[in-house]
């Protein structure tokens, strides 16, 4: 797997279908899961990365696997259909915000759905020279 990367542009249309670009579906498949994330905005798992959360949460104690319970509960399984879109439910949409211009986001192990205002102001609070730098060396590159 070579992992999510890349930022590309995209549209709702009027119903809430999204268009994932061709790098990104070759590593989500034709179907995977969609569920919120820590950030206001969703994110997108493969098959393979949704069986590690729920070998991860299966770990958590009662307790913590009811803290947890938010990633099942508002999740979707999403499938491609023929023209590489996928129906994003509306619940999902509104908990995030997501209306009309939507960013789409590697982001490693997942993709991410932003609504576009939201990803330039986080985009640009995020690539600045000093966390660039931060990064590098933590990553020791």
């Given amino acids: 797997m070579a992992g999510m990367y890349g930022t590309y ?8 279908r999204l268009f994932i670009p061709a790098r990104l579906r070759e590593e989500l498949g034709d179907a995977f899961f969609v ?11 493969s098959n393979e990365g949704w069986d590690k959360i ?14 947890a ?5 508002h999740a979707a399984k999403c499938d ?14 509104e908990k995030v915000g997501l209306i009309k211009s939507v960013t789409v986001v ?27 730098e931060s990064v590098f060396e933590e990553l020791g590159i």
């Fill in 9 to 16: 542009q995209h549209s709702l249309d009027a119903k809430g």
């Fill in 35 to 45: 569920t919120l994330s820590p950030e206001k905005c969703l994110s997108a798992y």
């Fill in 54 to 67: 729920l070998d991860k949460v299966g770990q958590m104690s009662k307790i913590d696997q009811k803290k």
């Fill in 69 to 73: 319970r938010f990633l099942f509960s």
């Fill in 80 to 93: 491609l259909d023929g023209q590489g879109r996928i129906l994003l439910p509306q619940a999902l949409r």
């Fill in 106 to 132: 590697g982001a490693g192990e997942s993709a991410q759905f932003w609504d576009s205002e939201t990803w330039a102001a986080v985009d640009e609070l995020e690539t600045t020279q000093e966390n660039i």
